[in-house]
């Protein structure tokens, strides 16, 4: 864990590297207690720079030897400052061997080389890797590797790492050897190896050249069952990028390895991805459609980072989401292909969308703010954001939103011809957007400097006289740390018109056609368009399709939204009208809580659900995502002053509403969205089971003794686990009589299944009849491990972050509890601690009460002498601010 003292980084200082590396040889003798890595390579003076000296970075190393040229160094020759080593006065060019020790069965941090259920595995993005050696850990030094490994046969039968195998052999002493080499220059962060005693499942995949891959999904004994959709996975992946980008696998064989102990998703390192058990891991009995989505998206995701991050890759840290807002644009879109249908592709859209309003606006608005692109930080790994990713991916889709599919692709061709092999900026993937396309995207680069989320107001006038339809629009975006005031963005908005028949009229505007949606660039603080021919007066639907990230402030009175709701050819914008109608009734439902007021809901809107429901021409997902209330966290960011209880009081009000007064409907809705016969993961099933396990959890939220009935049953009975899931869920939420039950024999079927064990902590741990000392007493049970990341996330995260009306218990019983426990996991594993921290982010929005409450937590992690970076930088900012 580094402690040493904080030190800021800028983008504006970045300079290139002293010396670049031609080739890398590694050598490892690998042991848990003492692993010996020899490190040989070649280095040239970098012309680009200034200074004179190599700098390479180590650290939790035991230096044994250096050699320079063949000279061996003494401790006069070079000089160790903190995690730096700078070797002075060095010739053109060199040719460095560095023999090192480290500790992987000591490493709780998970970065770098370490073990997990006594195997070696790496993790080195972002600075992991010299964690392993003394190196110029920086992405934009680039080599070709060769690795060879070498361990104790029967317990590391399996030894991998990237590229192709070019040797393998037996070494006489019980240990053998595998040798490595991959043929692409690549940058440090990427470099990958595992020892294990491990399984696949292999099958040679032909690739569009007529080439034959060998691909290879890796697992512990006992899961070879679970790899099928993983494998399947990754072949749509290739098939896709060949098809879509005509992008290719540019090596031999391709191999997903699975491993339980994993900080993130998974990690594309070149020719090896390593993966969290959470995304390869699937069949009927274990895993729900969500994970089977989730598994298809993070395959997608990691394969195409070959591309997009591997061959063409970061110049510095500041540039990552040049790679991650890219890669998760395009899994976005490999996913809705694999769908295949526009209702599917708007599904997802929708889920897209309430994932940026959960997660990305609050942190746009919160002390942690910072642009896709960020101006500085302390610790690299606090910016793995869902700005960097999520936000980032709305970045790249405005490009093809303004520039179309064609032109699109045409800038990806030109960013891959220019680019391949180096490592570069987001400004350089613009430019190339810019010239492919010929358009002036010079305003575009706000989108990358600029943190926070523009708001855009909205006015509309429409002529009787002269038959115009006049919309104006209004662009500011607030302050946010470091950047008082903004400068206007360069924002395409989709706008639709609905007549009073509910269809979409015809729009002419400037003289032209422009179809039933056309695409409004706002580029100056006020703008005005102006329809033409407008017969009626229209319903606008303004942000189609989510063309922007940003917040709409447009006065839609509740007739517009009902109309909108009930007949919007856009999937999204349909759905974003029944998200109005919602909030405004949550909104008005949670200031009557807060005053203990008689809670009413009218009737106006249970009968647009109602229809909603029970419209059996919608394709079922999209029915269960239009009847989906917004979140407590999303409430909450609508409210100047945070009172969780009444929020929940509110929100638990609606349910059991909607569930008492449309209960017919809910209980038809659930017999007819049955999925009998085989399990499948496809969207039409998955679709179907959503929205019946919605009906299933409005009626429980009733208290509706057939509903609960149907839950108890529901969970007896299903032959998968989404079904299993939901069924223990709605029991749980609804303190039904057989919830204890039923968790009981959920646990004692699967306490062998770690990934369905998870599932079973964080039901409890996100159920608002679970306290801060029903958690407590859950960290005692035998299946909790702390040092495990996906357990700890499973029951602490999910308490802190998902169990709102409990983890701000008036007494800040969940804040004493928060601070405990990231003081705890900081000692362990920082970035897991880091990410727990930011629960407190926006603390000074909560009454004044519980505010005191936070203030004491966040000081008392914020005063521990023993701190990471990682998590200092995190409450030192939230107090700050």
Known sequence: MRTDTPQTIYRKDYTPPSYLVDTVELGFDLDPARTIVANRMTMRRNPDSAQREIELYGENLELVALRMNGNTLSEKDYRIEGSLLTIPDTPEEVTLEIETICVPEQNTT???LYTSNGSFYTQCEAEGFRAITYFPDRPDVMAVFTVMLRADKEKYPVLLSNGNLVEE?????????AKWEDPFRKPSYLFALVAARLVCQEETFRLKDGRDALLQVWVEEGNLDKTDYAMQSLKNSIRWDEERWNLELDLDRFMIVAVGDFNMGAMENKGLNIFNTKFVLANPRVATDIDFQGIEAVVGHEYFHNWTGNRVTCRDWFQLSLKEGLT????QEFSADMIGTESGRAVGRIDQVRTL??????????????PVRPDSFVEINNFY??????KGAEVVRMYQTLLGREGFRKGMDLYFERHDGQAVTCDDFRRAMADASGRDLSLFERWYSQAGTPVVRAETRYDEVDKTYTITLFQSCPPTPGQTSKFPFHIPIAVGLLGADGRDMPLIIGGKDAGPTTVLELTEPEQSFVFENVQEQPTPSILRDFSAPIILDFNYGDADLLHLFSHDSDAVNRWEAGQRLAMGRLLKLTGEAGVGAPLMLDDTFLLALGKMLSDEALDPAFREQALLLPSEGMVAEQIEVVNPMSIHLARQFMRANIGARLRTELLAQYQANQTPGEYSPDALSAGKRALKNLCLAYLTAAQDEEGLQLAQQQFDEAGNMTDRVAALSALIHARAPGAEAALQRFYDEFEDEALVIDKWFMLQASAATTDVGAVRSLMRH???????PNRARSLISSFCAGNPVQFHAPDGSGYAFWAEQVITLDALNPQVASRLARAMDRWRRYTPELQEHMKKALQQVAGQQ???NDVREVVGKALAN
């Open 169 to 177: 052999g037996e070494l006489g002493d019980g240990r053998h050897y």
């Open 866 to 868: 023993r701190l990471s």
């Open 357 to 370: 309003r959960q997660a990305q606006f609050p942190e746009d608005a919160g002390p942690m703010a910072h």
């Open 110 to 112: 998970l970065s770098g």
């Open 385 to 390: 954001t869902v700005t960097v990713y999520e």
């Open 328 to 331: 998760v644009f395009r899994d």
């Open 782 to 788: 035998p299946a909790f491990n702390l040092r495990n």
